[in-house]
């Protein structure tokens, strides 16, 4: 019996065991089924995210490299997926060497040879001489020889080697080339507005010479500045961009124009230029540069042009690159020697007329060709300016009334000018005021302004001595400094 129960312990015993077992092989099992499901799911997944990631780059590139030839241009496309990245490309340096430090503005120019007359040497030639040595040492010329005639090229470089030599030497001055092989197919394009082949393919080619060039110039300085290769200066050009530049600091833009002319004097932030080199090249076939250029400002946010006047650039070519054609168009706004753009220093607008429409008082306070529109306004009504930081002034201009509209001008007014600032952002004033002086025939002018005042000047204001019937056109406001106080 005690053998027999020992047996039946032993047997129990085993079962035990035996049950144990099975559990942790169950366990076991599941713990490695449920290791493997989740392998094979992240795996499954990883496959299916790769098969879609590699879909959707074929299908960025197969978009945008229609009518290309893939072998050949692919290469310069596979990163459409990150527009904020620069384009494969191999550049050749025909004379110059890479920047040795960031510059404030890069001037980039694209040339081909033309069937009658030549204005690149002259072009690049105006840039230096219109230009300080102060301001030399801010800017940096990039002149890329777009066309496939490599005797052209050579010749070119020579004459730009022997005309400015001391330019490139100083490092302000690159001339690239981009080798065809890296180019799209340009036969056999589409025919957007009845266009003939070969216009087709002159545009097409250009705005991928552009994008070429925009690529290789994204990193060189703070701004871009595209011109055309047959352009004049204004004088000291480059003082009058960063004047502009800093009135706008603050305010959203993607393109500021200092010509009214096809693709000259468009000024980027350097930091755009991959965006836009990317997006010209997504659609170098379908129209010409300029038109992309209007979508481009679009898609960004910016709807209106913002041009200033007076031009800084002027079209000086008499024959077109496109088949020698001639090419007579003008910039009437340009002016040479006597540019001298306000500084419009930062400030806040407000007036209590009671403003028509949109145009609102910040449109009288800028050179761009916008401007501030009130109704009749009554004695003691006042257009005012409160700057962001006290300033000296030199000299302030006020423009009202427009050719259109003759009689809507300041009829009986005074300016003046405020210190001892008071009240919140919203509703900030001054306490005191100095006149300076009357409005004659709807217009005022006052040069020496930090000879007569002897205050830091806080505030400025149009005010209104006698009521009119006739609406208020402020058509301009231009203030000069002369240097900043120490405060």
């Not at 229609?66 to 050949?72: G, S, V």
């Not at 496939?148 to 690159?174: N, P, T, Y």
């Not at 393919?201 to 290789?216: C, I, P, T, W």
Request: hydrophobic fraction near 35%; proline fraction near 3%; aromatic fraction near 12%.
């Amino acid at each position: 019996q005690v053998t027999l129960l020992c047996a039946v312990l032993h047997v129990r015993h085993s079962l035990k065991y035996f049950d144990k077992m099975r559990c942790l092989r169950k366990r076991s099992a599941v713990s490695f089924l449920g290791v493997l499901v989740v392998c094979l799911l992240f795996m499954n997944l990883y496959i299916e995210d790769g098969y879609v990631l590699e879909g959707d780059k074929q299908l960025i590139r197969e978009t945008a490299t229609h009518q290309l030839n893939p072998e050949r241009y692919v290469h310069s496309f596979k990163d459409l997926s990150n527009f904020s990245g620069s384009i494969n490309i191999s550049y050749r340096y025909l004379a110059g060497t890479p920047l040795p430090r960031k510059r404030y503005l890069t001037i980039g120019l694209s040339s081909v040879k033309r069937k009658k007359g030549n204005y690149l040497l002259e072009t690049i030639k105006s840039i230096f001489e219109q230009s300080s040595y102060e301001e030399l040492k801010e800017i940096a010329v990039v002149v890329q020889l777009a066309d496939f005639d490599s005797a052209w090229c050579e010749g070119m470089v020579q004459d730009i080697s022997q005309k400015f030599a001391h330019h490139i030497i100083a490092g302000r001055l690159i001339v690239i080339h981009v080798p065809e092989d890296y180019y799209p197919v340009l036969d056999g394009l589409k025919r957007n507005y009845n266009d003939p082949e070969d216009r087709v393919k002159f545009r097409s080619k250009q705005n991928v010479d552009y994008a070429f060039l925009l690529n290789f110039c994204a990193n060189l300085s703070d701004y871009y500045v595209m011109l055309e290769d047959d352009v004049r200066c204004s004088k000291n050009f480059l003082t009058a961009v960063k004047k502009v530049i800093t009135s706008r600091e603050g305010s959203y833009w993607v393109t500021l124009e200092f010509s009214k002319l096809g693709y000259i004097g468009k000024l980027y932030h350097s930091h755009d230029l991959p965006r836009l080199a990317h997006f010209l090249l997504m659609f170098y076939q379908e129209m010409p540069c300029d038109w992309l250029l209007i979508h481009f400002r679009g898609l960004l946010a910016q709807k209106e042009v913002i041009r200033f006047k007076p031009s800084l650039f002027q079209h000086m070519g008499y024959y077109s690159s496109y088949k020698g054609a001639e090419n007579k168009l003008k910039d009437d706004d340009f002016e040479e020697e006597s540019f001298d753009i306000p500084d419009n220093p930062p400030a806040n607008l407000h007036t209590n007329m009671n403003v028509f429409e949109n145009y609102e008082a910040s449109k009288a306070y800028s050179s761009i060709d916008e401007y501030f529109w009130g109704k009749a306004p009554s004695s003691g009504d006042f257009y005012g300016i409160v700057f962001e930081k006290p300033i000296k002034i030199s000299k302030i201009k006020v423009v009202t009334g427009t050719e259109d509209r003759q009689n809507d001008i300041l009829h009986h007014g005074a300016l003046e000018v405020g210190e001892k600032i008071v009240g919140n952002k919203k509703g900030r004033q001054c306490t005191t005021y100095l006149r300076l002086g009357e409005f004659k025939n709807g217009n005022f002018e006052i040069t020496d302004v930090e000879h007569k005042v002897l205050f830091d000047i806080n505030c400025m204001r149009i005010l209104v001595t006698k009521s009119q019937k006739e609406w208020l056109i402020i058509r301009s406001i231009s203030v000069w400094t002369s240097q900043t106080p120490n405060q």
